[in-house]
């Protein structure tokens, strides 16, 4: 069977193994990121504010539960169907969860509310400033929540080796930071003949120019269509 590494972080990491199993392939678990919540002490009183955003699952995850209530019955918009599922088992009112990445997330909102509205954004510390900069640009006041922070790891060949022991077939890219900490990896000799499998042409990007012939992007971002890649 072929030897599919996942390098996002867990718990989703052993999530996506399972997955892999039951599609045939042998998943190989290397988290090259970790998410570390942070405290969370302050945010905007809710009749304060027309609507939630919420950038990923994480940003659910380790939001305050007191938050969580309070913003319970504002209209929350999600990046995608994952973090709308994980959003609405929190008790959260998702009307949309369609964005697919940053720049639809603005799409969805800005068609819905006007200009002067604000919108609670919950987020991780790392991230790009496409969701506020687009809300903003169209009259639209954010209020920013960190709720968890991303670290990365860059192993060394020896590291990897012990842990993966032959050579990989394929890996899976889920985000611009795990890709580029691969990168910093990416000469190991398990790594020589790997196939790439990106969730974005964003994330692809990350990737050593000399991994681009053996790079594939998903058609839309996210895990079905990545996965979709390995069966062709």
């Not at 380790?62 to 319970?72: F, K, V």
């Not at 053996?214 to 990545?226: F, G, K, T, Y």
Request: glycine share 6%; net charge negative; with cysteine.
């Amino acid at each position: 069977m072929q030897r599919i590494l996942v390098t996002r972080p867990e718990p989703d990491n052993a999530r996506t193994a399972e997955k892999l199993s039951a599609l045939g392939f042998t998943p190989l678990q290397l988290p090259l990121t970790a998410i570390k919540p942070l405290a969370v002490r302050e945010w905007p009183d809710p009749s304060y504010i027309d609507a939630v955003a919420v950038t990923s699952v994480n940003a659910v995850r380790h939001a305050p539960e007191a938050l969580l209530t309070d913003i319970a019955l504002q209209p929350c918009y999600t990046v995608g169907e994952r973090s709308g599922e994980v959003a609405g088992a929190a008790g959260l009112n998702v009307v949309d969860a369609e964005g697919k990445d940053a720049e639809g997330l603005v799409r969805r909102i800005t068609a819905d509310l006007a200009q002067g509205r604000k919108v609670l954004v919950l987020c991780g510390r790392v991230r790009r400033p496409v969701l506020q900069d687009g809300l903003r640009q169209a009259g639209i006041e954010t209020f920013v929540v960190e709720t968890y922070d991303t670290i990365t790891f860059s192993p060394s060949e020896e590291e990897i080796v012990a842990k993966l022991e032959a050579p990989v077939d394929g890996v899976l890219f889920y985000s611009a930071l795990a890709a580029k900490a691969f990168a910093r990896i990416s000469a190991c000799r398990l790594f020589s003949q790997s196939a790439y499998f990106a969730i974005s042409e964003r994330v692809g990007k990350m990737l050593p120019p000399e991994a681009r012939d053996r790079l594939h992007i998903a058609q839309e971002p996210n895990e079905e269509a990545l996965l979709s890649l390995l069966s062709r």
